[in-house]
């Protein structure tokens, strides 16, 4: 079995994941996490899938652009950044119809991938993005504790690849989690970032081991060199998510792409294992 890695980002600023609600100062910017992770995946030679929040899109669309021209694969990750689970359906298919236009009219082609917000979607909510005509989603997780998530069962999918599910025209990539007791962990994101290294390191194994597709999730916060801004009243949950390893996640990063090669992993695009695994297939 080939052994594929994405690399993905989900692009938004710190105050989408961690503050979408608070009326806090969104002047100062984290998005700079984005150059240090395609300069670093330029160094390597590697292409990834970058979901883009459309309000996001708008304002770096020289960047989005020329991300796209480079060959990685952008896609769509909302207009703002809430979870789809907390709209209506007709609400959720309207905002996403915008987002989508939107971040087409700045590529000037199509946009075939979505990520939702946090993961939290649902099975009816799938068939929106379906029907919005997205080829793709990257929103599946195998079951987690945390109701902030999502379910996806996804009835009448079937799984073609370790990871991948194709109900005939449409695919679902799943994010990579390893079994910890009865719990799945995420191993992307604020994971990576925030619990120990040696444990971080030996569970990423672990899967590796597997030869699973792997997909990773980051953030620009994760990356970002900058300090994170002041939030007044800041409850110390929140305070610990955005604050606990960020001045060691660009080291984390690499060492995870050396991994990877280590293993044998071939890094490609979402769009690119469309390919590999078309929808017909
Ligand atoms: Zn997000």
């Given at each position: 079995m080939k052994k594929y890695a994405v690399i993905t980002m989900d692009v938004e600023d710190w105050y989408h994941t961690y503050f979408p609600e608070a009326d806090v100062d969104?002047?100062?910017?984290?998005?700079d996490g984005l150059d240090v992770a395609l300069e670093i995946m330029r160094k390597e030679n590697i292409k990834g899938s970058f979901f883009v929040v459309a309000e996001i899109a708008e304002m770096l669309a020289k960047k989005i652009r020329a991300m796209d021209e480079a060959g990685h694969d952008i896609g769509c990750h909302n207009y703002q950044h809430l979870r789809p689970v907390t709209m209506s359906v007709e609400d959720y298919r309207k905002q996403l119809i915008e987002a989508k236009e939107n971040i087409e009219e700045i590529l000037g082609h199509e946009v075939i991938g979505y990520r939702a917000p946090s993961f939290g979607i649902d099975d009816d909510r799938l068939n929106v993005v379906r029907e919005c005509g997205f080829k793709y989603d990257s929103s599946k997780l195998k079951p987690?504790?945390?109701?902030k998530y999502g379910v996806l069962?996804?009835?009448?999918?079937?799984?073609?690849?370790?990871?991948i599910h194709n109900d005939g025209c449409f695919t679902e990539f799943e994010v990579s989690t390893q079994k910890i007791g009865d719990m799945n962990m995420l191993l992307g994101g604020g994971y990576i970032r925030m619990l120990p290294w040696f444990f971080m390191k030996y569970m990423t194994q672990k899967y590796l081991d597997t030869g699973k597709p792997y997909v990773m999730y980051i953030h620009p916060i994760d990356l970002s060199p900058k300090a994170m801004p002041k939030v007044k009243g800041i409850t110390l949950d929140r305070y610990l998510r955005t604050h606990i390893g960020r001045e060691n996640m660009v080291w984390r990063f690499k060492q995870v792409i050396e991994m990877l090669k280590k293993n044998g992993y071939e890094f490609v695009t979402f769009a690119e294992l469309l390919k590999l695994y078309p929808a017909e297939a």
């Open positions: 969104r002047s100062i910017s984290l998005l987690q504790k945390s109701a069962n996804l009835e009448g999918f079937q799984e073609i690849f370790p990871c």
